[in-house]
């Protein structure tokens, strides 16, 4: 059975870029049979948040999106960093063969320190403690964003110098898994046309309640083309969204985009938010039923999270002894 890993930072609500660049790929490879591993990244959220209470929160909350969002605890082990302690040692034994120069290189640091985070050994190391959390389970592929292509290159990278100065030819130690990132919504806009992104506030938040939900949609900023006008759907956020959830070849999108092309007094930006706003309550009308059972039912979670660790340290224990062999411990 091949095997997918994948994870994201608990820094705050998932949104509709996770859901379309991430969890959209967990939950189709889950069904195409993958074995898969799929975690909350808390200790990498410990380079932006500096909050507890914070995070305890987003940690629990990222564990019930995931499952309101439709990954299966058979088919999906999902579980917390912090608990696969292996990982942490992993990371230690992959600093060792890691060129400085390499984290020098690497855009993610320079962009957040750019943003303002405070700029810690924790932030300049983030791709090894990644590679970690990666190499750890020995998947076969791991699906991300396009914003996470370089971290699963230095992942790959990371292996191969690993096995190169430690392994037998016939015998490497770690598996070197190839990245998969989901064409057409590598990078899905926010609400301002920008990188849907946490840090720019600018998220579309599926499970907000129905009025926030269309109010925000409301706010998604279009060009000012008169309503009567013909509009370029491959400009404009409204539609780069729709296109994302229903599915660049749904006849639903081509038939919007021809609206759009048409010179139709009746047909404005307004009339296209419509659209996406009941395509959005529509798409997560069971995810958003899933989601407010879930609130109610933490021992159900807290199980999930025991399995999900359980799996995820059965498969890190012999590649940390392994590794940990190869080096001369
Ligand atoms: P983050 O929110 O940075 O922890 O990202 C978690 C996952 O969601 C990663 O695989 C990202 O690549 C993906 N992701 C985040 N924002 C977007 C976006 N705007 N478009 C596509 N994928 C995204
Ligand atoms: N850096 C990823 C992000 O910000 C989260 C992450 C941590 C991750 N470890 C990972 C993603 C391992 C994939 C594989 O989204």
């Not at 959220?45 to 605890?73: C, K, M």
């Not at 590679?131 to 990278?157: C, Y």
Request: aromatic share 8%; hydrophobic share 40%; proline share 6%.
């Amino acid at each position: 059975m091949p095997r997918l890993l994948s994870g994201l930072q608990p820094s705050g609500q998932l949104h509709l870029g996770n859901y379309a660049g991430a969890i959209k790929q967990f939950l189709t490879l889950q069904d195409r049979g993958y074995e898969s591993f799929v975690f909350v990244a808390s200790y990498h959220a410990l380079t932006s948040v500096r909050d507890p209470a914070a995070l305890r929160t987003n940690i629990r909350q990222v564990v019930i999106d995931y499952l309101a969002f439709g990954l299966e605890p058979k088919k999906t082990h999902i579980y917390l960093q912090q608990d696969v302690p292996a990982v942490t040692e992993l990371a230690w034994l992959l600093g060792c063969v890691c060129p400085k120069s390499q984290m020098d290189k690497a855009v993610s640091y320079k962009d957040k320190v750019a943003k303002g985070l405070p700029a810690s050994l924790g932030l300049y190391t983030y791709p090894v403690l990644q590679a970690a959390d990666i190499l750890a389970v020995e998947p076969d592929v791991v699906p991300v964003g396009e914003d996470q292509r370089q971290n699963v290159e230095i992942a790959r990278d990371l292996a191969q110098r690993f096995n190169h100065a430690y392994g037998r030819d016939d015998t490497p130690v770690f598996k070197v898994p190839e990245v998969m990132i989901q064409r057409g919504t590598a990078v899905l806009p926010g609400l301002d046309g920008q990188k849907m992104s946490k840090s720019y506030g600018n998220t579309l938040d599926p499970f907000l309640p129905e009025k926030k939900l269309r109010k925000t949609i409301m706010k998604i900023v279009s060009d000012s083309t008169p309503v009567e006008a013909a509009k370029n759907p491959d400009t404009d956020t409204t539609f780069a969204l729709f296109s994302a959830l229903a599915g660049a070849d749904n006849p639903r999108t081509h038939e919007l985009a021809e609206k759009y092309r048409a010179e139709n007094i009746s047909f404005g930006y307004g009339h296209a938010k419509q659209a996406l706003f009941e395509l959005v309550l529509e798409h997560f009308g069971p995810a958003r039923q899933r989601r407010e059972e879930l609130m109610g039912d933490p021992g159900h979670v807290e199980q999930v999270l025991r399995d999900g660790a359980a799996a995820a340290n059965q498969a890190a224990a012999a590649v940390v002894k392994n590794a940990r062999h190869a080096v001369g411990l």
